[in-house]
């Protein structure tokens, strides 16, 4: 009962509502794929499961049109990153965010042109949204890395003479924030590798994925997500008086 009270609270919210349908698209675009690559006999039930993931793609870029105020009002709050102390991280973050607000305005405009409402190319729109995607990734990706080389070092620097070592919880804090950036570095890689695949082929890999693989990627850093949101909740709970 636990945990489906907790499922029902997820879904309440809209990023955890985002993030279920998230998952069930690109499990379907995993399972449709294979299906129709490798069991002739249940290509049916494998083109439905696409069409499905599409549909449910749909749904998630739809919801999205209302998502421009939260994302301008994060990157306010945050504004250049004076809260920062790393440089690095400050620059690639206040970049991030940059690419994100930009990205939101692209992908509307896109799904304005496929649906008619306006006039206009939008295959640029949509090659314009992903690659922005793709950049807030790479980004990501860089600080993560940053930030791993930066807590490894500091879990495995000597203690210097007369200084007394870290204490055991400051040590625990520094390990989960460790496990909690080399599972976004995952995530943003296996979606790194989708945004490139969508880009216009002559990009690197583009083009080149088949649906199933599309879908892995996809639920990979679905999964990732899931459970770094749940980690993240189960964490809140228990520092709650």
Same mark, same amino acid.
């Given at each position: 009962m636990a945990s489906l009270s907790g499922l029902v609270s997820?879904?309440?919210?809209?990023?955890?509502?985002?993030?279920?349908?998230?998952?069930?698209?690109? @499990? @379907?675009?995993?399972? #449709? #794929?294979?299906?129709?690559?490798? @069991?002739?006999?249940?290509?049916?039930v494998g083109t439905r499961l696409l069409v499905v993931s599409t549909?449910?793609?749909? @749904?998630?870029?739809?919801?999205?049109?209302?998502?421009?105020?939260?994302?301008?009002?994060?990157?306010?709050?945050?504004?250049? #990153?004076a809260q920062e102390e790393d440089a690095f991280v400050r620059l690639v973050s206040v970049l991030g965010n940059l690419a994100d607000q930009l990205y939101y305005p692209c992908e509307h405009v896109a799904w304005?042109?496929?649906?008619?409402?306006?006039?206009?190319?939008?295959?640029?729109?949509?090659?314009?949204?992903?690659a922005l995607w793709a950049l807030s990734l790479l980004l990501g990706v860089a600080r993560s890395l940053w930030m791993l080389l930066k807590l490894r070092q500091r879990l495995r620097s000597p203690t210097a003479p007369f200084t007394s070592p870290l204490p055991r919880g400051k040590r625990r804090a520094m390990e989960a924030q460790m496990q909690s950036?080399?599972?976004?570095? =995952?995530?943003?890689?296996?979606?790194?590798?989708n945004a490139v695949h969508w880009l216009p082929r002559g990009v690197l890999w583009?083009?080149?994925?088949?649906?199933? =693989?599309?879908?892995?990627? #996809?639920?990979?850093?679905?999964?990732?997500?899931?459970?770094?949101?749940?980690?993240a909740g189960g964490q809140a709970e228990?520092?709650?008086p």
């Open positions: 997820a879904l309440e919210s809209y990023r955890g509502r985002d993030r279920l349908i998230r998952v069930l698209g690109y @499990c @379907c675009q995993l399972v #449709g #794929g294979v299906l129709v690559e490798q @069991c002739p006999t249940r290509s049916e549909q449910l793609s749909h @749904c998630r870029t739809i919801l999205r049109l209302f998502d421009d105020l939260s994302m301008f009002v994060y990157t306010k709050q945050y504004g250049l #990153g304005a042109a496929d649906a008619r409402v306006l006039h206009v190319d939008s295959s640029r729109w949509w090659t314009l949204s992903t950036e080399a599972l976004s570095l =995952l995530s943003n890689l296996a979606d790194l590798a583009a083009g080149r994925f088949p649906p199933w =693989l599309v879908g892995l990627m #996809g639920t990979i850093s679905s999964i990732l997500s899931m459970y770094q949101a749940a980690r228990a520092t709650t």
